[in-house]
Nanobody, 121 residues
Framework: QVQLVESGGGLVQPGGSLTLSCAASGSIFRISTMGWYRQAPGKERELVATITRGISTNYSDSVKGRFTISGDNTKNTVYLQMTSLKPEDTAVYYC???????????????WGQGTQVTVSS
């Protein structure tokens, strides 16, 4: 089995900062991509940021310049540093990973349970 466990969510004032972490564990051969999606009430889940092979990053336009994604391949962990937070960043943030469980296995997507981020004064 594979588990993605998120941490670091919470309540923060507008303009504040938070860092989310997500650790993947279990039967994993190789991780190609890890990242974050978010879902606000009444809205669809949307991409926030991804990092592939620990090098190539991709951000949604709404967070570019404010959020930074990074990874630690030795720990199968991804981080999301969020700064200059806005009320519209309020959402449940889900960790995502595209990985292969065995050398011959197919890549599959896995999701964490989600962590709430609330930006409010």
């Amino acid at each position: 089995q594979v588990q993605l466990v998120e941490s670091g969510g919470g309540l923060v004032q507008p303009g504040g900062s938070l860092t989310l972490s997500c650790a993947a564990s279990g039967s994993i051969f190789r991780i190609s991509t890890m990242g974050w999606y978010r879902q606000a009430p009444g809205k669809e889940r949307e991409l926030v940021a991804t990092i592939t092979r620990g090098i190539s990053t991709n951000y949604s336009d709404s967070v570019k310049g404010r959020f930074t994604i990074s990874g630690d391949n030795t720990k199968n962990t991804v981080y999301l540093q969020m700064t200059s937070l806005k009320p519209e960043d309020t959402a449940v943030y889900y960790c995502y990973s595209l990985l292969r469980r065995t050398i011959l296995g197919r890549e599959s997507a896995y999701w964490g349970q989600g962590t709430q981020v609330t930006v409010s004064s």
